[in-house]
């Protein structure tokens, strides 16, 4: 209803050159470069190690701008955008990706009040992208408490605690193989720790897909 006030008064910018009227303009979108950094094991929280792809850099101002506008700033048509990133990496990496009858897609839930405030839930949105390029479905099996973003937090050693309990299973998963899905992992805490509550349900095996993978100090989710 109110749109065209938003419009007028917020007006969109490609997050990497300016353009006017865009959140990403395509030029931009397609010369953005994927993570030199393919697969990247991770210890966990509990010592052991679950391995992931990391799509893009979160030092990219392109990544970084929509994953941010999306986070903090709940400005909906980062969506559209973050989707086609997805499909993009995934169109490029679904190779180095677990695949078969048992396989199924685990979004890292976002919080109840974050969702609240941003309406929507662009993790979700990945996890999509990602379900229907390996055709294999998406089961929302983990709940989160509420707890500090991970990006407020600066040691590995804070992360790791500031996670620790925070996922419960909530549907069957015994048996499967899974691929947990995140917007941007740092010290691989988030991936970790589900990872960890995951296989002591049953699951066979973790392996953890990522639009971005950040440096020590970038906005690593939940989310």
Known sequence: MFSWLIDALFPLECVGCGAEK????????AN??????????????TGGQVAFVSMYSYANPIVKGLLRKAKFHAVEPTRGAIIQLARKGLAHFASQLPSGDDV??????VVASRLRERGFDHILDIAKVVSANLKAPIVKALA??????????????SRLKNI??????????SGKRV??????????ATLGEAARVL???GVCEVFGVVLARGGKKSESTTS
């Open 22 to 29: 865009t959140i990403a303009c395509e030029n931009c979108l």
């Open 32 to 45: 953005l470069r994927f993570n030199e950094e393919t697969t990247c094991p991770q210890v966990t929280v």
């Open 164 to 173: 620790r309990e925070v996922f419960s299973v909530c549907a069957p998963v």
């Open 104 to 109: 199924i897609v685990i979004p890292i839930p």
């Open 144 to 157: 989160a408490k509420e707890h500090k973003r991970q990006s407020q937090l600066e040691s590995e050693a």
């Open 199 to 201: 296989e002591s349900a």
């Open 179 to 188: 691929i947990l899905v995140d917007d941007v992992a740092t010290s691989g």
